[in-house]
T-cell receptor, first 114, second 115 residues
Framework: DAGVTQSPTHLIKTRGQHVTLRCSPI?????VSWYQQVLGQGPQFIFQ???????GRGNFPDRFSARQFPNYSSELNVNALLLGDSALYLC?????????????FGPGTRLTVL | EDKVVQSPLSLVVHEGDTVTLNCSYE??????LLWYKQEKKAPTFLFML????IEKKSGRLSSILDKKELSSILNITATQTGDSAIYLC???????????????FGSGTQLTVLP
């Protein structure tokens, strides 16, 4: 079975631009979470989606938004990019919503904002 | 503010050594504690510890959860160069809306194992 996939692998943008990152969960997984990992730090929770509804949101500005599609894939959108948005963006999928399950991470998208 | 603190920040050992990595947490609605290994990009799952499962072991790796002290340790015995990675501790808690799966990560411990 394929694991969590993310696209693109790398992305370079300039300040003020908009970016869309994509994630496909493991087949059968209905929950997708997004994390931002700045160099030297652990991942920081941005959003969780389950069955196409937002179920959790971290402490990020409204420039960050996401959605989940009927096939459970997800997009993370970031508007008005800032230099500080440069990071590795990780997507993680899990089978269930509230059971003691585990999350499986994708390889991430490395975003560089110049 | 909820937080997860790992120590040490970095560690350099030689093959065959035993290492202990520490994680302490302070969260409101604790559900579980997880350990991940991050070599390049995607963190890979090692262990999940809950109130009903406070000790886990897999090969040379083992982990214990101390709910009284709000901490956990990850032990690696007979280290190998392939163990070199960042080890992340994360605490799962229930969000205010009743959501689960929200992980709060520590900054990680960078382990380097020299031949």
């Amino acid at each position: 079975d394929a694991g969590v996939t993310q696209s693109p692998t790398h992305l370079i943008k300039t300040r003020g631009q908009h970016v869309t990152l994509r994630c496909s969960p493991i087949s059968g997984h209905k929950s997708v979470s997004w994390y931002q990992q700045v160099l030297g730090q652990g991942p920081q929770f941005i959003f969780q989606y389950y069955e196409k509804e937002e179920r959790g949101r971290g402490n990020f500005p409204d420039r960050f938004s996401a959605r989940q599609f009927p096939n459970y894939s997800s997009e993370l959108n970031v508007n008005a990019l800032l230099l500080g948005d440069s990071a590795l963006y990780l997507c993680a999928s899990s089978l269930l919503f509230s059971s003691p399950d585990t999350q499986y991470f994708g390889p991430g998208t490395r975003l560089t904002v110049l | 503010e909820d937080k997860v603190v790992q120590s040490p920040l970095s560690l350099v050992v030689h093959e065959g050594d035993t290492v202990t990595l520490n994680c302490s947490y302070e969260v409101t609605n604790f559900r579980s504690l997880l350990w991940y290994k991050q070599e390049k990009k995607a963190p890979t799952f090692l262990f999940m510890l809950t109130s009903s499962g406070i000790e886990k072991k897999s090969g040379r790796l083992s982990s214990i959860l101390d709910k009284k002290e709000l901490s956990s340790i990850l032990n690696i015995t007979a280290t190998q160069t392939g163990d070199s990675a960042i080890y992340l501790c994360a605490v799962e808690e229930l969000g205010s809306s009743g959501s689960a799966r929200q992980l709060t990560f520590g900054s990680g411990t960078q382990l380097t194992v020299l031949p």
